[in-house]
């Protein structure tokens, strides 16, 4: 199935809207477009061949929030939260002629929360030899937290970057709840447990 067939397309407004959540949206734009259920049926299809080709399907939603990351930085420095795609894009054209390299990456809608903040697990390797691969992991991990509070629509670095160089900058870091904002993997694992 590839397109969807109808006289009424040409008449496409130019400006749709931008999310169709249900039933009563879908029935508004079949007034205008024409052939709702071939419109249906070409969105579910769809949506299945998604499900089929991308296995981290299920966590994507309409909650997009993106880090804009520059490549050769460390602790933090330079990183940007931003709420849409589209606005990630207008920064990067903001840096047309930087030669800098940029990484650009889709934070988890639906991230596992512990104490109801975001972390992260920090785990060193050291990496041998090339042919054959040898990589070996140090036994500890350790996990880092950030000191406000998990708001999934929050855009704030507080909010969505643990790095430890970024946390303590803030003024409730010495009072948080979680010593340090750390636990070693020992800690995460007896949490994990209860």
Known sequence: M???KSSKMASTPKAP????????EFKEIENKLGNFQALHDYVVELCNRLKERFTQYKMNGTENLWLLKPGSSSRGRGIKVYKTYEKVLNRIK???GNT?????????????IVENRKFDIRQWVLVTDW??????CYKESYVRFCVQEYDPKGDSRKNHLT????????ADFADAEIDGNMWSSTEFADHLEE
């Not at 809207?17 to 009563?24: A, E, F, I, R, T």
């Not at 800098?100 to 596992?112: A, D, G, T």
């Not at 042919?131 to 070996?136: A, D, S």
């Not at 430890?164 to 803030?170: A, E, I, L, P």
């Open 2 to 4: 590839g397109s969807i």
């Open 17 to 24: 809207p931008k999310y169709v959540y249900g039933l009563s």
């Open 94 to 96: 903001l840096l047309k």
């Open 100 to 112: 800098r390299l940029w990484v650009v990456q889709k934070c988890i809608e639906n991230p596992l």
């Open 131 to 136: 042919n054959p691969l040898t990589v070996w």
């Open 163 to 170: 790095n430890n160089s970024v946390q303590k900058k803030y």
